[in-house]
């Protein structure tokens, strides 16, 4: 895709979070948060030609820490209800960015060429993760599948082009719990599986890369 195809998706994707009430959630201005994206706008502009592989091209990330995930599930709607956390016995903040991965600085950043990982449904999150990073791509962090839902809830959905993820780039160190999204008694749910475990409905996200705003 063009910049310019990419920059009307941003576009597009900004009006629904400002409806959204995102920058709410995340404690920023409506003006701020524009403006954040006109930065992120002029970093595709930078970027050129940008080849892109998956099922999803675009989508607004935000770092960790900067969303209360309970609130930001309330926002997920599929099936006629909105989302929650369950991942008793732990919560959201047990989790942290595995350390291959680093994050773009700002508060916020683009994933582009997402892939839900219709391709590792019935792969097991230890297995995916080596298969993503050996394709030269990056797993999505919890966050990052929390605001990948929250602007694609089709994809808990729509099976013909999309599935329920999992997020293998957020781990707690020791544990073998990775964070996963999927519907759950009705409701979209952020909960966790184990990282061995095989679901025919879940598959381990990623993206093709991070795009952060240009250096001023």
């Not at 369950?86 to 595995?98: C, K, N, Q």
């Not at 599948?145 to 993820?165: F, H, R, W």
């Amino acid at each position: 895709m063009t910049a310019q195809q990419l920059n009307a998706l941003l576009d597009h994707q900004t009006q629904k979070l400002l409806d959204n009430g995102f920058h709410a959630l995340c404690g920023v201005p409506e003006a701020e948060f524009i403006a954040r994206m006109e930065g992120l706008a002029s970093s595709l502009e930078s970027a050129g030609e940008i080849p892109l592989a998956g099922n999803i091209p675009l989508c607004v990330a935000f770092r960790p820490g900067l969303a209360n995930l309970d609130d930001a599930m309330a926002r997920i709607e599929a099936k006629s209800a909105t989302g929650a956390v369950e991942m008793t016995p732990l919560s959201p903040d047990a989790f942290g960015v595995i350390d291959c991965i680093q994050l773009p600085p700002g508060e916020f950043y683009l994933l582009l060429g997402i892939d839900t990982g219709r391709d590792l449904l019935n792969v097991s999150p230890e297995e995916s993760l080596v298969v993503i990073e050996r394709c030269g791509r990056t797993p999505l962090t919890m966050e990052e599948g929390v605001a990948l839902t929250m602007q694609y809830p089709e994809l808990l959905t729509d099976k013909q082009s999309y599935n329920c993820i999992q997020m293998p780039g957020s781990r707690k160190a020791g544990d073998q719990r990775v964070p996963s999204i999927w519907v759950s008694k009705g409701r979209p749910r952020l909960g966790w599986c184990w990282d061995r475990n095989v679901h025919s409905w879940l598959g381990s996200a990623s993206a093709a890369l991070r795009l952060g705003e240009a250096a001023s």
